[in-house]
């Protein structure tokens, strides 16, 4: 079973509603990262957090994401006005040193 | 520009069988560091292996093992003794020193272990 957890599994929402999704990174790990994966392809990065603070972001993050870390033991990756090419699944992983372990992935659909 | 590239889309192979999965990177950096992962069907990503680029010993872990070949930019995932459960997609990944917060993965490669 993967140590990062994330919740919930599934989400599925309507086109325009606001959407939330959140990681619990493996105990100690002081950098958290999300991605999106579409179809099974790459994964796209998206937000780094390192203890806590977000230190690097893509451009569509700062658009229309919302994503904090209010404590080392939580985070949380929001879409403000969802849309159907969000559709996809939303990895999160953490990492205290070279590897990153992986969440299950929040799989999110838009109606 | 792909800084990861695999060029194998899926892969079959019988089981018992030794696998190798092709995995070339692009980076400008003198160190670096390789990964491959599994994803399983559920969606799940499980971290296998890791070479970092200083070393010249293949990373070996349970029947993992790397084929690193730093003049080529490659880094090959052979699994020896495939299982049915060795079934999912692999993915190949690269950190560099200079954008460290940074994980870039290939397009993945699907195995599916036959019986």
């Known amino acids: 079973d993967a140590a990062v957890t994330q919740k919930p599994r599934y989400l599925i929402k309507m086109k325009g509603q606001e959407a939330e999704m959140k990681c619990i990174p493996e105990?100690?790990?002081?950098?958290v990262f999300w991605y999106q994966q579409k179809q099974s392809k790459e994964l796209k990065f998206l937000i780094y957090?390192?203890?806590?603070?977000?230190?690097?972001q893509i451009d569509m993050v700062k658009e229309r994401f919302s994503a904090v870390c209010p404590s080392s033991s939580l985070c949380s990756l929001g879409i403000r006005t969802c849309e159907a090419e969000d559709s996809a699944l939303y990895l999160c992983?953490?990492?205290?040193?070279?590897?990153?372990?992986f969440g299950p992935g929040t799989r999110l659909t838009v109606l | 520009a792909q800084k990861v590239t695999q060029t194998q889309t899926s892969i079959s192979v019988v089981e018992k069988t030794t696998v190798t999965m092709d995995c070339v990177y692009e980076?400008?950096?003198?160190?670096?560091?390789l990964f491959w992962y599994k994803q399983t069907a559920s969606g799940e990503i499980v971290f296998l292996i890791r070479?970092?680029?200083?070393?010249?010993e293949n990373a070996t872990v349970g029947h993992y093992s790397l084929n690193f070949q730093k003049p080529k930019s490659s880094i090959g995932l052979i699994i020896t003794a495939t299982q049915i459960e060795d079934s999912a997609v692999y993915f190949c990944?690269?950190?560099?020193?200079?954008?460290?917060?940074?994980?870039?993965f290939g397009s993945g490669t699907k195995l599916t272990v036959e019986p």
């Open positions: 980076t400008r950096d003198s160190s670096y560091f």
């Open positions: 957090f390192q203890n806590q603070q977000p230190l690097d």
């Open positions: 070479q970092d680029s200083y070393k010249k």
């Open positions: 990944a690269m950190r560099e020193m200079s954008n460290y917060n940074v994980l870039y």
């Open positions: 105990k100690g790990h002081t950098a």
């Open positions: 992983s953490s990492s205290q040193g070279y590897e990153q372990y």
